[in-house]
T-cell receptor
Framework: AAGVIQSPRHLIKEKRETATLKCYPI?????VYWYQQGPGQDPQFLIS???????DKGSIPDRFSAQQFSDYHSELNMSSLELGDSALYFC?????????????FGAGSRLTVL | SQQGEEDPQALSIQEGENATMNCSYK?????LQWYRQNSGRGLVHLIL?????REKHSGRLRVTLDTSKKSSSLLITASRAADTASYFC????????????FGQGTTLQVKP
């Protein structure tokens, strides 16, 4: 079965650079969520999209932005990177209108900021 | 964590033993979920228990929920080395959104 695809899997950037992470949800899943997980931490919700519109916002820095495209894939753009942005970034998806809020997570993108 | 605590933070057992992890949360909930994460990998949904349920089973997993104490426990019976992972509880409060708040997680090591 198709899963949530994230790219790149690993990314190394310098401070103040920009980075873009991509997420391809499971087919027919129209809701996408982004989470950030620092070393040894629990995942923290960043932002979500439903039918290409932002549906909820969490602890996402102003330096970060995201969008969902017409094919439902989503991109997380991070600018002016800081050392503290080093983390695992997960994308998750679920079908819109699903009775249960169970998420399917991708394998994550590991961002290292030097 | 914004949601609560999980205990123990780390657990080491022998293969075949049972593992129990506990989770506490702070708000009223619609349901509570448990996810598993292998080191540096994505989270995998294990089981969901609704707020009006007290116990749920799935294979070797048993989850309990006590809404009066705002706590849940995950029991893994007859553990295997492959169960080695971190386990997180998560809720979305009283809503049914995918904006999950995770507990701090319990790292389980099962020794062969």
């Amino acid at each position: 079965a198709a899963g949530v695809i994230q790219s790149p899997r690993h990314l190394i950037k310098e401070k103040r650079e920009t980075a873009t992470l991509k997420c391809y949800p499971i087919p027919r899943h129209d809701t996408v969520y982004w989470y950030q997980q620092g070393p040894g931490q629990d995942p923290q919700f960043l932002i979500s999209f439903y039918e290409k519109m932002q549906s909820d916002k969490g602890s996402i820095p102003d330096r970060f932005s995201a969008q969902q495209f017409s094919d439902y894939h989503s991109e997380l753009n991070m600018s002016s990177l800081e050392l503290g942005d080093s983390a695992l970034y997960f994308c998750a998806s679920r079908p819109g209108g699903s009775g249960a809020n169970v998420l399917t997570f991708g394998a994550g993108s590991r961002l290292t900021v030097l | 964590s914004q949601q609560g605590e999980e205990d123990p933070q780390a657990l080491s057992i022998q293969e075949g033993e049972n593992a129990t992890m506990n989770c506490s949360y702070k708000t009223s909930i619609n349901n509570l979920q448990w996810y598993r994460q292998n080191s540096g990998r994505g989270l995998v949904h294990l089981i969901l228990i609704r707020s009006n349920e007290r116990e749920k089973h799935s294979g070797r997993l048993r989850v309990t929920l006590d809404t009066s104490k705002k706590s849940s426990s995950l029991l893994i019976t007859a553990s295997r080395a492959a169960d080695t992972a971190s386990y997180f509880c998560a809720t979305s409060g009283s809503s049914n959104t995918g904006k999950l708040i995770f507990g701090q997680g319990t790292t389980l090591q099962v020794k062969p």
